[in-house]
């Protein structure tokens, strides 16, 4: 195993190797992806403001909460729900605790030097994703309502490069939760015997939908994260007023 010098010795750990080629690209561009959506939806959150336009309405703000006790964007009595099942996401876990964590980097690639202690203290947390999994279903339900709303302009039914923008983030986040781990388990991963079930056919007919799903994962937990953020910028400048919305029917 290799070691590079000129580091710390706590980096020199983290960065002990048996590879010669670029394995730091991967967790490098998991960090960098991450980051800047946080920081956009932390930023979009923020305003309080442009969030809406004609019939498109911002996922970030959906289901819109008004009350007036609250002191800030509305966008937080909500963005919790989607920020949390993203969070405690078995995919996304790997993913941060990899890339953001180092633990580890990547395979055949020192970790930072600690004892795993499981998902304990902090990490507790971890634990809800089935909870919010429950939650995430809700909102896929919001977001199929401002699809409809969608496609309903000041002058009737219609069809805007907005709707197709919202159709698929409802498409993509769909998939996402659809083949969510705990989904799979839950109408039917956790049985041995589907023929000895009640529903049995009915639920190994769900699981095997959500098995294709889940097969490609990863695919949909980033696409679903870009797209989502891509909404809101693009139904933000429209309320900007910065680009033009084109009808399409």
């Known amino acids: 195993m290799t070691t590079p010098s000129g580091f710390s010795p706590r980096t020199q750990a983290v960065l002990a190797t048996q590879r010669d080629d670029a394995w730091w690209m991967a967790p490098l ?4 992806g991450l980051l800047l959506f946080i920081v956009y939806a932390t930023w979009a959150a923020f305003q309080g403001k442009d969030f809406q336009w004609g019939p ?18 509305p966008a ?15 995919y996304f876990r790997k993913a941060y605790y990899r890339s953001l964590l180092l633990t580890p980097p990547a395979c055949a690639v020192g970790a930072r030097p600690q ?20 939650l995430a279903l809700v909102f896929l339900g919001v977001h199929l309502y401002d699809l409809y709303h969608a496609f309903w302009f000041h002058n009737g039914f219609g069809v805007g490069v907005g709707t197709l923008v919202i159709l698929f983030d409802v498409l993509f986040l769909g998939a996402y939760i659809f083949g969510c781990n ?28 959500t098995t294709r799903f ?4 990863r695919g949909w937990a980033w ?27």
């Not at 498109?56 to 959906?62: G, I, L, N, T, V």
């Not at 795993?116 to 919010?132: I, V």
């Not at 870009?226 to 680009?243: E, H, K, N, P, S």
Request: hydrophobic share 45%; aromatic share 20%.
């Open 29 to 32: 561009g998991t960090s960098v």
């Open 56 to 73: 498109y309405h911002s996922p970030f703000y959906s289901p819109l909460i008004v009350l007036d006790w609250w002191p800030i964007s």
């Open 76 to 90: 937080f009595l909500i963005i919790w729900i989607p920020a949390g099942f993203r969070l405690t996401c078995y």
């Open 115 to 134: 004892r795993y202690r499981g998902e304990k203290a902090f990490f507790l947390f971890q634990n809800l994703h089935r909870y919010f999994l429950y």
């Open 182 to 209: 705990s989904l799979r388990h839950l109408v039917g991963g956790n049985l041995n015997c589907f023929s000895c079930a009640s529903f049995g056919h009915t639920r190994h007919n769900a699981w095997k939908i």
């Open 214 to 217: 889940n097969l490609h994962h």
């Open 223 to 249: 696409v679903s994260l870009v797209w989502v953020g891509f909404t809101d910028l693009y139904i933000r400048l429209l309320a900007m007023g910065m680009i033009t919305d084109f009808r399409l029917l």
